[in-house]
C-alpha cells in the first residue's frame, strides 16, 4: 500500500512537473512571437482545383494529381464553405487572426473561373476573421476583354457599377486584378493588360474615394524582354516578347496618389527584374506604393533546376541580409501576402505551398519590423483597425 502511495504520488509529482513545462514553453513561445494571435495575412485564395481521387497529401491544402477545375456550379457553395473551414485551422495554427480572401485573377468563360459571390457565403461564415475582396472575376476579366480604344463612356458606366456592387457587398480590397500574369504550366492562365488601362486608372479613382485598396499581380518587366526560354517550354500561352510594364505602372501610381495600391508577390520572380534596385526606387518615389511579399517553397525556376531570380530567402529558408536592409528601411510599406490557395483535402490538388514558408521567415525581423509587416500593414492599408 506504501509502495502505491508513493508511485501515485510520483506519477502526480511528474504530471505537475510536465503541465509546469507546458505552461513555461507557451510562455516562452508567447514571448518569442508577441504578435501571435493577431497576426493579418493580406492576400489568400481558395482552391478549386479539383484532383484525381487518391490518398490526401495535407491536413488542410488538399492533395493528388491535376484533374482540372470545376465550374462555380461544379464546386458548391458547401466545398468554399469546406476550403474556409481549412483556412481558419490553418490561421489557427500560425497564430493568424484575420485573412482577405479574394478570387484569383481570371478571366470570364476560363475553366475555374469564379467571381467573389460564389465565395460569399464562407467568408461570412467566419466574420472577422475573414474579409472579402472582390473584383479578380468580373472587373479583371472587364479590363481584359476590352481593348484600351475601346473604352467609351457606358463602358466606364458599367465598370464603375460592378465596382461600387463589390464594395457594397463589403470587399475590403479590389482584388486579385492581373496586369501580367505569365503561365506556369499548360493548364495555367496567361494575362497581360497595361497597368495604365483607362479601367485600371477609373478603378484607381474609385479606389481613392472609397478608401479601398487594389492588389494586382504584375510580374515587373522594365524594359521590353524576349520571354523567358523555362516559360516558352512549359507553356506555349507565354509569347515570344514580354513588354515592359513598369513606366505603366509609375503611371497608375502617379494618376491619383489617395489610390493605394498594394503590388503582389514581391520575392516571387518569374521573368527576373523584380530586384532589390527597383523595389528600392518604386518605394522612394511612389508613396501610395504597398508591397504584399510571399515566400513560396519553389526556389528554383518553374521547368529547371536554376535558383529563382531574386528570391527573399536562401535555401536554408533565412532572409538575405540585402532583403532584411529593405524591410528595415520600408518597414510601413511591404505586409505579409502569402498568396496560399486553401482546398479540400481528398478533393482538390495541393497548390504551391507559401503560408508556413512566408510567415516562418519573417520570424527572422527585428520584432518591431515583424509585427508591421505582420499586422500593422495590413490593418491600416485594408481599414482593420
Not at 477545375?69 to 485551422?89: H, L, Q, W, Y
Not at 482577405?100 to 461570412?124: E, H
Not at 511612389?286 to 504584399?292: A, D, I, Q, S
Request: charged share 25%.
Amino acid at each position: 500500500m506504501q509502495l502505491q502511495r508513493l508511485s501515485c504520488a510520483a506519477v502526480i509529482s511528474c504530471l505537475a512537473l510536465v503541465a509546469g513545462l507546458v505552461v513555461l514553453n507557451r510562455a516562452s513561445s508567447a514571448q518569442d512571437d508577441p504578435g501571435r494571435g493577431t497576426y493579418i495575412d493580406g492576400h489568400l485564395h481558395f482552391s478549386n482545383q479539383v484532383a484525381a481521387p487518391q490518398k490526401p497529401r495535407g491536413p488542410l491544402f488538399g492533395g493528388g494529381r491535376r484533374q482540372g477545375n470545376r465550374t462555380p456550379g461544379e464546386f458548391s457553395e458547401s466545398d468554399f464553405v469546406k476550403c474556409a473551414d481549412n483556412m481558419i485551422a490553418l490561421m489557427d495554427r500560425y497564430g493568424v487572426q484575420k485573412a482577405l480572401v479574394m478570387p484569383q485573377p481570371r478571366l470570364s468563360g476560363q475553366p475555374g473561373f469564379y467571381d467573389y459571390k460564389q465565395i460569399l457565403p464562407a467568408v461570412r461564415k467566419y466574420p472577422g476573421r475573414l474579409i472579402l475582396g472582390g473584383g479578380g472575376g468580373d472587373l479583371n476579366s472587364m479590363i481584359h476583354a476590352t481593348d484600351p480604344s475601346r473604352v467609351t463612356d457606358d463602358v466606364r458606366a458599367r465598370f464603375k457599377q460592378e465596382a461600387l456592387a463589390v464594395l457594397k457587398d463589403g470587399a475590403k480590397v479590389f482584388g486579385e486584378m492581373a496586369a501580367l500574369h505569365v503561365s506556369l504550366n499548360p493548364h495555367h492562365v496567361y494575362e497581360e493588360a497595361a497597368p495604365d488601362h483607362p479601367l485600371f486608372l477609373l478603378l484607381a479613382d474609385i479606389a481613392a474615394e472609397h478608401n479601398i485598396p487594389i492588389d494586382i499581380h504584375m510580374e515587373a518587366v522594365v524594359k521590353d524582354t524576349p520571354t523567358p526560354a523555362n516559360l516558352r517550354k512549359i507553356s506555349t500561352k507565354n509569347p515570344e516578347i514580354i513588354k515592359a510594364n513598369i513606366p505603366a505602372f509609375e503611371r497608375l501610381l502617379q494618376h491619383n496618389r489617395k489610390a493605394k495600391i498594394v503590388w503582389q508577390h514581391i520575392g516571387w520572380d518569374n521573368v527576373g527584374h523584380m530586384t532589390i534596385a527597383l523595389l528600392r526606387r518604386m518605394a522612394t518615389d511612389h508613396p501610395n506604393l504597398y508591397m504584399g511579399f510571399k515566400i513560396e517553397e519553389r526556389p528554383v525556376q518553374v521547368g529547371t533546376r536554376e535558383p529563382m531570380p531574386n528570391r527573399m530567402v536562401d535555401g536554408d529558408g533565412k532572409i538575405k541580409p540585402e532583403w532584411v536592409q529593405f524591410f528595415k528601411d520600408f518597414p510601413d510599406r511591404l505586409l505579409v501576402c502569402t498568396d496560399q490557395f486553401v482546398g479540400i483535402p481528398g478533393t482538390t490538388t495541393r497548390p504551391p505551398q507559401s503560408f508556413d514558408e512566408t510567415w516562418t521567415a519573417i520570424k527572422q525581423l527585428p520584432s518591431d519590423v515583424m509585427l508591421k509587416v505582420g499586422r500593422d500593414n495590413a490593418a491600416t492599408v485594408y481599414g482593420l483597425r
